[in-house]
């Protein structure tokens, strides 16, 4: 005779218990799969995404340069900075300036500060947390009148020690910046009411550093049900939630949480973002699913250089070589041709980070250089025109006497056909250079030097005593003692060559130049001084 088998109550609820939570794990295994398909969705229209926010921001900025009230203006600035303030750190900082502006114009305090605000922000976001330190201390806080803009200063303050935190990671002074950024949380905690999706997310946060995971995943769950997935703090809050679960040992919900994240950053799109990099962790190191690890730290890599973030790019910087281990370990069966693909791959990976933290930090060198060199050709132009002038009277001028020259030739080659001796004799004597021809000479040559530089009056005045400064009558270019130097200017020293361009005798020249010397401020280096004047640099 068989019995059958007699299952205790106690033993029937164990065997329960243990098929629904079987089944549990196997429903979130499969809402994880959708969630992968969804976010590779988002993944494929990547660039797509990214283009139309690009042609949106476009729309923005040919607004803004359409309107001509400031208030309007400053507006449009906002708005831009809003939105790239998580999309691109130099398209941020840009606008913020030009707000500045407007705000400095409108004498707008409030306006002023709260650009200082998102100003600090974006340098504590994209790596500079000195200037950010610097940009905060600088806020009038007695300006802020509008509640949100207070919220938003103790939470940059808290954004800034956090990140620095995060950058330093082991250094000594990591420890102190953690205090400082919750000692700024527990005063958000205690001025954002805990009734709204921020407040509870900085409950939340509190907890979370205090080490109370419990109270910490409820106030996350309730201030993400809450929100919209297309809201930035949706995305946060679910990132920082997957980190309690990952404490938790709780993978499943990690790995849940952190697509969640990852899709919500993608399909905004926001390029300052932490989720790709996590999931890279996570699949590498739990999943073991490699190559899907390393594409989401390459999209990682993408968005950081995207946005110019400094910290982000360190972050993966410490995760790659983790990633390229455990692929390495995992494929360590296979043959030689893998081994070496392995190594290429992470060498790859690890020369674009240095490409990418190079780029970065010469991006502000570069902009000063472009600006340099913008600004030198301007020079180069400018030097180029007044050549371009001085040749065109210098030739006129050389055409003019040699039109002269012509004609006396001609005049005394028909004197001596015409054997007129004594009337050549008389032209000879008599054609020496008029008053007229000795002005006309002076005009042109004051003209031509002047054109060339512009400024030389006013300089050489600069060299003299106030009361020996030379005033030019009504109409004159130069006189004689500013010709003779302007011939020094030209680099022509020697005396008897001044004097017979002058029609002087070397003695007259000589003593202007004794004259001129006497009355200079700097005696011992008057004629060198007069040589550098209107330098082209």
């Known amino acids: 005779m068989h019995h059958q088998p007699n299952h205790s109550p106690k033993m029937r609820s164990t065997r329960h218990i243990t098929m629904l939570l079987l089944l549990a794990l196997m429903s979130c295994s499969h809402d994880n799969d959708q969630l992968y398909d969804q976010l590779e969705q988002h993944l494929a229209k990547r660039q797509e995404v990214t283009k139309a926010k690009e042609e ?39 606008y913020i300036e030009k707000a500045m502006v407007i705000a400095q114009g409108l004498g707008n305090e409030e306006y002023i500060n709260k650009n200082r605000i ?37 939470e940059t303050w808290r954004w800034t020690y956090n990140t620095w935190e995060a950058y330093l990671k082991d250094d000594a002074k990591a420890a102190r910046y953690a205090e ?18 921020d407040g509870l997310y900085f409950k939340a946060e509190q907890q979370w550093r205090r080490g109370n995971l419990k109270a910490a995943e409820e106030l996350y769950l309730k201030c993400i049900a809450m929100l919209n997935p297309s809201n930035r703090r949706y995305a946060s809050a679910c990132c920082a939630l997957a980190m309690v679960y990952e404490t938790q040992k709780r993978d499943d919900d990690f790995e849940r949480y952190m697509l969640l994240a990852a899709i919500s950053d993608q399909s905004i799109p926001l390029k300052e973002n932490l989720a790709m990099q996590e999931l890279a962790r996570f699949l590498s190191r739990k999943r ?5 690890a390393q594409r989401y730290l390459v999209y990682a890599v993408e968005d950081a250089i995207y946005y110019n973030n400094r910290l982000r790019l360190t972050e993966i910087a410490r995760k790659l070589p983790n990633i390229a281990l455990g692929y390495q370990e995992v494929e360590e ?19 674009l980070l240095g490409i990418a933290i190079y780029a970065t930090s010469q991006n502000h060198k570069l902009k000063t250089q472009r600006t340099l060199r913008i600004a030198l050709n301007e020079k180069l132009k400018a030097t180029n025109r007044s050549r371009e002038k001085y040749v065109s009277l210098f030739i006129g001028l050389c055409a003019a006497y040699i039109d002269k020259y012509n004609k006396f030739q001609k005049t005394i080659e028909r004197k001596v056909k015409a ?3 004594d009337d050549l004799l ?20 004051d003209r031509a030097f002047l054109n060339l530089y512009p400024q030389f009056v006013d300089e050489f005045n600069g060299l003299m005593m106030p009361e020996h400064r030379i005033e030019l009558k009504k109409d004159q270019l130069l006189n ?26 070397a003695q007259t020249i000589y003593n202007y130049r004794s004259v001129l010397k006497s009355h200079a401020i700097d005696k011992d280096n008057f004629e060198d001084n007069v040589a550098m004047l209107c330098e082209v640099n």
């Not at 900025?61 to 900075?81: M, P």
């Not at 790239?84 to 750190?89: D, E, Q, S, T």
């Open 56 to 94: 949106h921001l476009a729309s923005v900025r040919r607004r803004l340069d359409a309107c001509k009230d400031e208030n309007s203006r400053y507006a449009f600035c906002d708005s831009l900075v809003e939105q790239y303030l998580l999309f691109n750190a130099d398209s941020a900082e840009k």
């Open 288 to 292: 073991l699913d490699h190559t899907r």
């Open 426 to 445: 008389q032209l000879l004597h008599t054609n020496r250079m008029k008053d007229t021809d000795t002005k006309e000479f002076f005009m042109n040559f």
């Open 419 to 421: 054997h007129q001796t």
């Open 180 to 197: 400082r950024g919750d000692a700024y949380l527990d005063t958000l905690c205690s001025i954002v009411p805990a009734t709204t999706a």
């Open 333 to 351: 069966a296979q043959d030689t041709r893998h081994n070496i693909i392995i190594a290429i791959i992470s060498l790859l990976a690890l020369g």
């Open 480 to 505: 004689t003692e500013l010709r003779i130097m302007a011939f020094l200017r030209l680099g022509i020293k020697d005396t008897p060559r001044i004097a017979t361009l002058l029609m002087y005798s």
């Open 118 to 154: 998102v100003n600090a922000y974006i340098l504590a976001t994209s790596g500079h947390y000195s200037d950010a330190k610097q940009m905060l201390e600088d806020v009038r806080t007695a300006a802020l009148t509008d509640k949100k803009d207070v919220v938003l200063y103790y």
